[in-house]
């Protein structure tokens, strides 16, 4: 069965401190992706990749980064957190892009104070 | 702008009653639409799918109803079960692009 590893799952940090979400699949998916989750707005896609060393922008990558090490591990980095990143994020793999599904993670909750 | 847009944003039925949840796109090229529902805790996972080319699609006690001239679609839970009480994300994709979310409905049943 499809697994997505995420941690931490809870994590406080203070305005302008550094962040970094991990996620490991073990699928041999090629796609990974990192959302969030905010109420109002669904899940909204902040980046992907389709394979290792592949980085491609989502729909609201403003204030993240992210690099695919390997086909299994795929991070979340937020170097200068702001309130406004208080969210669930989610990570998730998928063997292709069109039409495949998507396989999330249990989630990560972040608190920017 | 959201593209993809679910209401109602909650609901609430009786156990054993049809649950509707509806959906509505903008972009004509959208022609495959998941929902996934997910439990409190837990990431979204696929519950059933539909390709533009179909009307309906059904799956045990879920049913999709598609109109595509109208662009919406509606999942159906019949006999719904307090084990159905989740949130349920509608979303879309062009074909080879990437899938666009709804903002989800929250189901409760009540036994």
């Known amino acids: 069965e499809a697994a997505v590893t995420q941690s931490p799952r809870n994590k406080v940090t203070v305005t302008g401190g550094n962040v970094t979400l991990s996620c490991r699949q073990t699928?041999?998916?090629?796609?990974m992706y990192w959302y969030r989750q905010d109420t109002g707005h669904g899940l909204r896609l902040i980046h992907y990749?389709?394979?290792?060393?592949?980085?491609q922008i989502g729909d609201v990558p403003d204030g993240y980064k992210a690099t695919r090490t390997t086909q299994e591990d795929f991070f979340l980095l937020l170097e200068l957190a702001s309130p406004s990143q208080t969210s669930l994020y989610f990570c998730?793999?998928?063997?292709?892009?069109?039409?495949?599904?998507?396989?999330f993670g249990e989630g990560s909750r972040l608190i920017v104070v | 702008q959201q593209q993809v847009r679910q209401s109602p944003q909650s609901l609430t039925v009786w156990e054993g009653e049809t649950a509707i949840l509806n959906c509505s796109y903008e972009?004509?090229?959208?022609?495959?639409f998941p929902w996934y529902q997910q439990f409190p805790g837990e990431g979204p996972a696929l519950l059933i799918a539909?390709?533009?080319?179909?009307d309906k699609k059904e799956d045990g006690g879920f049913t999709i109803f598609f109109n595509k001239r109208e662009k919406n679609l509606s999942l159906h839970i019949k006999d719904s079960q307090p084990g159905d009480s989740a949130t349920y994300f509608c979303?879309?994709?062009?074909?080879?692009?990437?899938?666009?979310f709804g903002t989800g409905t929250s189901l409760l049943v009540d036994p």
């Open positions: 998730a793999s998928s063997g292709g892009f069109s039409g495949n599904t998507l396989y």
């Open positions: 979303a879309a994709r062009p074909g080879g692009y990437k899938l666009t």
């Open positions: 972009n004509s090229a959208f022609d495959y």
């Open positions: 539909i390709r533009s080319v179909s």
């Open positions: 990749s389709y394979g290792a060393g592949n980085l």
């Open positions: 699928n041999s998916h090629n796609y």
